[in-house]
């Protein structure tokens, strides 16, 4: 089991900084971030593997940069340059098997989520 606790949400106006923060309870290689907009389905936004990979969508490139902490067992979402499309509830997910993608497949433990909201 790893229990998932995001925090770090809030409202921003666009262009903007939040950073999220999740702490787990034990380390995970795959640990990913995905949001869910009002009316849409949920989507990976960036992941992190153990060895450091990282992989990101193509419309945060640049503005997000995921990363942990090992020593912690906490996974960070840095995100600079909001715009109002990145308004959603952001989850925090952790699997430990060794492939990891921006898909759901690989993350069987998920967080509650945290909103952000990004006002124009």
């Known amino acids: 089991q790893v229990q998932l606790v995001e925090s770090g949400g809030g409202s921003v106006q666009a262009g903007g900084s939040l950073r999220l923060s999740c702490a787990a309870s034990?380390?995970?290689?795959?640990m990913g971030w995905f949001r869910q907009a009002p009316g849409k389905e949920r989507e990976g936004v960036a992941y992190?593997?153990?060895?450091?990979?990282?992989m990101y969508i193509a419309s945060v490139k640049g503005r997000f940069t995921i990363s942990r902490d090992n020593a912690k067992n906490t996974l960070y979402l840095q995100m600079n340059s909001l715009k109002p499309e990145d308004t959603a509830m952001y989850y925090c997910?952790?699997?430990?098997?060794?492939?990891?993608?921006?898909?759901?497949?690989?993350?069987?433990?998920w967080g509650q989520g945290t909103q952000v909201t990004v006002s124009s």
């Open positions: 997910a952790a699997g430990v098997g060794s492939s990891c993608s921006l898909g759901e497949t690989p993350y069987t433990y």
């Open positions: 034990r380390s995970a290689h795959c």
């Open positions: 992190n593997t153990a060895g450091g990979t990282s």
